[in-house]
């Protein structure tokens, strides 16, 4: 049973446009949610995070969205650069020493 | 700031073998948590310790997973004896508390189970 859902495989996007990313998620009591970024033959690095308390983060040209009646949430790039091309993974966990979730990733190429 | 240390980076063994990893955290971080990434798949926590305590070992198939961080530093996970299902990215992270603090990975070793 899947609780943190990436629904895409892959995405392209042009150099310079908006990229989005969604994640979907099924256990009401994640209440933290993380974007990882990784290069092929790296570990994830860590991207940019909210906590439910927010519906909105922001990061530089890094923006993420939740929408917890939706169960969902989404990274904005704006604007994208060749050097995004990675796979962005979601994550999640509820309070207390809860296990991080995550998705299986969503593979962005953005083309120059 | 150094980050997560992984080594090796790469591993080829046969099935029924032995194998072992080592992580060094980054200095003062806490936290520490073994994960395994099968290709295609997001990374799923094998264990997680805090100091040198384990924290939870609920995903961790314990008849030939193994592991430890003795003083609450260092630690290594063993797999003995390993079998095909085993082949995957093997990646430590660790992060300052068990709260609300983004972990910081490594690099992984990359286990082939021939």
């Known amino acids: 049973d899947q609780q943190v859902k990436q629904n895409s495989p892959s995405l392209s996007v042009q150099e310079g446009r908006i990229s989005i990313l969604n994640c979907d998620y099924t256990?009401?009591?994640?209440?933290?949610f993380l974007w990882y970024k990784k290069y092929p033959a790296e570990g994830p690095t860590f991207l940019i995070s909210?906590?439910?308390?927010?519906d909105k983060n922001e990061d530089g040209r890094f923006t993420v969205f939740l929408n917890k009646s939706a169960k969902h949430l989404s990274l904005h790039i704006v604007p994208s650069q060749p050097g995004d091309s990675a796979v962005y993974f979601c994550a999640a966990r509820a309070s207390g020493n809860t296990p991080l979730v995550f998705g299986k990733g969503t593979r962005l190429s953005v083309i120059a | 700031e150094a980050g997560v240390a992984q080594s090796p980076r790469y591993k080829i063994i046969e099935k029924r073998q032995s194998v072992a990893f080592w992580c060094n955290p980054i200095?003062?971080?806490?936290?520490l948590y073994w994960y395994q990434q099968i290709l295609g798949q997001g990374p799923k926590l094998l264990i997680q310790?805090?100091?040198?305590?384990?924290?939870?070992d609920s995903q961790l198939p314990k008849d030939r997973f193994s592991a430890e961080r003795l003083k609450g530093v260092d630690s290594t996970l063993k797999i003995q004896p390993a079998k095909l299902e085993d082949s995957a990215v093997y990646l430590c992270?660790?992060?300052?508390?068990?709260?609300?603090?983004?972990?910081?990975f490594g690099d992984g070793t990359r286990l082939s189970i021939l």
């Open positions: 992270a660790s992060s300052l508390t068990n709260s609300n603090q983004p972990q910081h």
């Open positions: 909210i906590s439910s308390i927010k």
């Open positions: 200095s003062g971080h806490a936290t």
């Open positions: 310790f805090q100091n040198n305590g384990v924290v939870d």
């Open positions: 256990n009401s009591m994640f209440d933290y």
